[in-house]
C-alpha cells in the first residue's frame, strides 16, 4: 500500500510517498502563488516518478502552512507533529529536533513513540530563518547555497548586535562598504541566527540525539554553528528537507490503519 | 542665559537652544557617521540662528542613541526623560506619549509634573518603527514624505499582517502584483495600520491615559496618526515640530539643573 | 505535551504555553479571555485540548497584553478560569 504526505511550506513545497516503511518517490518543489496549484504539481510530479495514477494512492495527508489548501488530501497534521514523526523514522533515539524553514525555526521535543512532548515555534520574525539568510545572500551578491561554505572561510567573527533582519541587513551593508570581509560577515550572521536558534532550543529540553532538518540544515556553516553552541552534534537525515512531508506520510498510513481496525470487518 | 539640547538619533539630529526659557534656535539634520561630527553641525545651525556662539552657551545635554558620543556636551540624558520633559512644555495635558523615531518607538506615561511615571521601549526590532516606513516606501516606489498624504485616500486598509518587516514587505508586494493590483492608497493605510497595530499594542502593556500625544519623525506622517487614532479609539495630539521634542526635553533639563553633575 | 505558542523577536520573548497533558478541553479559558486568544479542537494526536488560535500566535504581543496588565484589568484571566493550572505566559 501506498501512502503520500504533501508539506506545503512557506517557500518549499515537498512531498513523500512511502510503501512497506520505505520512501518510494520524494520531490521537492517551489511554493508558487496558489497553495492547491502547488500541492497537485507536487502530486503529479511524484505519480509520473512512480509512473502510477493516484487510485494507487491509498491515503493522503497534508501538512505544512498551505496545509488546508491542498485538495486531494484527506486530512491534514500540523507541520509539529509531521517533522516529529519523519524524524522519528530516520532516527527512533532523536529527542529534539531543531527545523529551520524558510520562513520559521521550531525546537521539538519528540519521546520513543515520536510523539511530540513539548513544542516552541518562531515564525513571527524573519531574523533567524531562511528568509533572512537569503536576504543576507543578495545582498553580499552570494548564492544562498554557497553562504555556509563561505562562512566557514572565516578568521574572525564579526559580531552582530541586533538578531532584526531589517537591522543587520543595514549593518551589513555598512561593513561592505567599510571594507569587511564576506567571509566574517557572514560567519557574524550565521553565528547571531544560532544564537537565536540555541534560545529557542533552550525552551525545549536539548536532549540527545539531536537532529536539524528543514532546507537550512544543508548549510554546513549554520550547522557547524549550532553545534558549536550545544556542544552536541546533530545527526543529519540524507534529505532533511522532506521530513515533514514524511511525517504526513507516516500519518496517513497511521490514520488508515486505525480507520481500517475500527470499522468493523465485512 | 542660553543653554542647548541637542538629540542624537539614528538617523537624524536635532537641536534646540533656549534663552531665558524661549526658543531661539532649533535644527535638524542627518545625522553623520561620526555622531560627535553631526552633532556639532547641528549646533552650529543652531547658535547660527540664534546669533549665538558656542561659548555663550552655559549648559549642554545630549540625549538620544548616540548621547554618549557627544563630548562636548556636560551631561547625558536618556530619550525617556527628555522626551517627558519637552512635551511636558509643549503640552502639559499630555499623560501619555507615544514616540515614533527611525529605529524606535516608545511609550511614556507623564505625570503632571513632566516626570516618568512608567515607559516600554521597543528598538530591537524593526517593526513598529520609522525604519519599517522607509522600507515599505522604496517598495512602493514613493518619497516617504508622501505616503501619509497618499494613504489619506483609502477607502479600506488593504490586509498587512506580518508583524516582522521583512514578511510584512512580501504581502505588500502580492497586493501590488494582484490583478487587479490592491489600490497604492489602500495598501499604504495598511502599511500604517499594521505599525499602529504594533504601537498600539506596546502602548496597552503600560494602559493608555488622556490626553495623548504623538512625537518623533514618524509623527509627521498624517496618515499614520490617523490610524493610531482609529487603533486607540481616542484623540490623538501632534504638536508642530513632533522630531524635536526631546532636544526640547534636553534643553530644559539643561536649564533647570545647570552643568554640575 | 507543552504547547509554546507564540514568538521572539528582537523585542523579547512573547509566549503562551498551554500544556496539554494538564488541559481536559473544558473550554473556561476560551470565554474567559476578552481577546478571544483560545479556542478547544483536537490535536494530532485526538486529544481535545486548548491552542492558541492560528491567526493569533504570529501576533500574540500585540492581542494578548500580557499576564500581569491583563489581570490588573479583568476578573478572570485565563490563568484563573483554568483550574487545571494548564496555561501560563512569558511576559
Ligand atoms: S526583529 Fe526584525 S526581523 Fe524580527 S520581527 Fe522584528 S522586523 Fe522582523
Ligand atoms: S492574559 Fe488575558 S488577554 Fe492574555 S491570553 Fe490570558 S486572558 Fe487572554
Redesign the interface.
Known sequence: MLFMGIDIGSRGAKGVVIEDNQIATAFIGDTG?ESVKTSEMVRDNMLAKLGMDMSKITYTMATGYGRVLVPFAAEN??E??AHAKGAHWYFPSVRTILDMGG?DCKAINVNDKG?????????????GTG??LE?IASVLGLRLEDIGQTSLESKKNFPFN??????AK?EAISLMKKGTPKSDILAGLHDAIAV?CY??LK??NIEKDFTITGGIAKNQGMVAKIKEKLGMEPVLAPDPQIMGALGASL?ARERYMAKQNAAPAS | MPVAGIDVGSQTTKVVILNDGQVVGQSVMVSAEEAETGARKALDEALQQAGLALSDLTTIVATGAGRKDVSFAQKQKTSLSCLAKGINRLLPAVRTLIDVGAESSTVIRINEKGGVDDSIGHDRCASGTGAFLESMAKLMQMPLPEMGQESLKAQRRAEVSSMCAIFAEQEVISHVHRVPPTPKADIIAGIHGSMAVRIVGLAKRIGVKPEIALTGGVARNVGFARVIEEELKQKVVVPDNPQIVAALGAARIAQEEGGKQ | MEANYGYSDGSGDYFIIVDTDKCNGCGDCVTACPERVFEVAPDDYGKKVALVKESVASKVSYVCPGYKPCSANVETTCHTACKMGAISHTW
Request: hydrophobic share 45%.
Open positions: 502563488p497534521v500540523s509539529i507533529s520562513q510523539q511530540v512532548t513539548k513544542f516552541i515555534m518562531n515564525d513571527k520574525c524573519a531574523g528568509r533572512f536576504l541586533t538578531v532584526c533582519a531589517v537591522f543595514s537565536r534560545n529557542l525552551r525545549v500519518f
